[in-house]
């Protein structure tokens, strides 16, 4: 078990730019969480995926964002047309829908930040 | 709307002493609590949740909560706090409105232990 990862932990862009952000989860579990934490706030759900399947998206993910899991492995966080207000560290959390395995704990990968200039 | 409070900031305490973070929360519902933590540029680390069943919980490194339902709070503990112990702190319930296990968290305690 190596963990939940996240490539790249960090990024600079400019404004008006595209960024992607990967995300490998803990290889069993089936639950993909994405999350973004400002300074000096907790973490806040943008969006869930059980397996290949987006079910949740939060009102805080407008439509420059867009995340994908094909296959149901690993995910993808793209943000078009970058602004500054999204200057943030965005994590991504998964975990097991089997309640034996630890179902209700979410694992978090160590984030990607990213500063928009 | 269902929600998690962090009432402190920050919590200092000597190295040796007993420590306290704590967290309340609103939820509809039987809660699912847990506590996380946080250290400088990284993700977030489990600790310890509550679900169902005693009331302690117990969980890494040394840290146990205690689940009140009467005063709907959930405080984070520790007979004796180290140095490495300081960190940023997080409650979290999980969002009972939605069944993707989605968490909600508090705005974090900056734990600072001092030799």
């Excluded at chain 1, 989860?25 to 639950?31: L, Y």
């Excluded at chain 2, 609103?26 to 506590?35: K, M």
């Excluded at chain 2, 689940?67 to 979290?92: I, R």
Aim: net charge positive; with cysteine.
């Amino acid at each position: 078990d190596t963990g939940v990862s996240q490539n790249p932990r960090h990024k600079i862009t400019k404004r008006g730019q595209n960024v992607t952000f990967r995300c490998d989860p803990i290889s069993e579990h089936n639950r993909l969480y994405w999350y973004r934490q400002t300074l000096g706030q907790g973490p806040e759900f943008l969006t869930y995926f059980q397996n290949e399947a987006q079910l949740e998206k939060s009102r805080l993910l407008s439509d420059r964002f867009s995340a994908e899991r094909p296959k149901g492995s690993f995910s993808t966080l793209e943000i078009q047309r970058t602004e500054q207000g999204d200057s943030a560290m965005y994590l991504c959390a998964s975990s097991s829908s089997n309640r034996l395995a630890g179902a209700y704990e979410q694992y978090f990968g160590p984030g990607t930040r990213l500063t928009v200039t | 709307a269902q929600s998690v409070a962090q009432p402190e900031d920050q919590v200092n305490v000597a190295e040796g002493n007993p420590l306290t973070v704590k967290c309340t929360y609103s939820v509809s519902g039987n809660p699912y609590l847990f506590w996380y933590v946080q250290y400088p540029n990284r993700g977030l680390q489990f600790l310890l949740k509550y679900i169902t069943g005693d009331n302690l919980v117990k969980g890494s490194y040394g840290f146990e909560a205690e689940f009140n339902k009467s005063q709907t709070s959930f405080h984070l503990k520790k007979p004796s706090a180290l140095v490495s112990d300081s960190a940023l702190y997080f409650c979290a319930v999980r969002d009972m409105g939605s069944n993707t296990g989605k968490l909600i968290f508090g705005q974090g305690t900056t734990l600072q232990v001092k030799p």
